[in-house]
């Protein structure tokens, strides 16, 4: 049974670092790119980072390139979401996502975790 589960989300201020965690099992980790999306109220669910099958290669939304970091363990089946310097228009529930096709794209992804609540206050 594959299962992609998140955590490590909460309330935080302005300027404060979360890391978001996504662990996955039922499917070979290491053969699948790694995303992150977000889904604010009343908004569309966008890209936000991504993590290629080697981890060799990231990819960025320009709204938190130097800000937010992706990482996996393919030893643990884990990757990461490192964010740093939070802003309120972060708020959002982010989903680890995995997948071999076009990392910025939905529709590529196989299976999708069920989302960690990220709130940040001004």
């Known amino acids: 049974q594959v299962q992609l589960v998140e955590s490590g989300g909460g309330l935080v201020q302005a300027g404060d670092n979360l890391r978001l965690s996504c662990a996955a099992s039922?499917?070979?980790?290491?053969?699948?790119?790694m995303g992150w999306f977000r889904q604010a109220p009343g908004k569309e669910r966008v890209f936000v980072a991504a993590i290629s099958w080697s981890g060799s290669t990231t990819w960025y939304a320009e709204s938190v390139k130097g800000r937010f970091t992706v990482v996996r363990d393919n030893v643990r089946n884990l990757v990461y979401l490192q964010m740093n310097g939070l802003k309120p228009e972060d708020t959002a529930v982010y989903h680890c996502?995995?997948?071999?096709?076009?990392?910025?794209?939905?529709?590529?992804?196989?299976?999708w975790g069920q989302g960690t609540q990220v709130t940040v206050s001004s």
């Open positions: 996502a995995a997948g071999r096709g076009n990392i910025y794209t939905i529709a590529e992804y196989d299976y």
């Open positions: 039922g499917f070979t980790f290491s053969s699948y790119a």
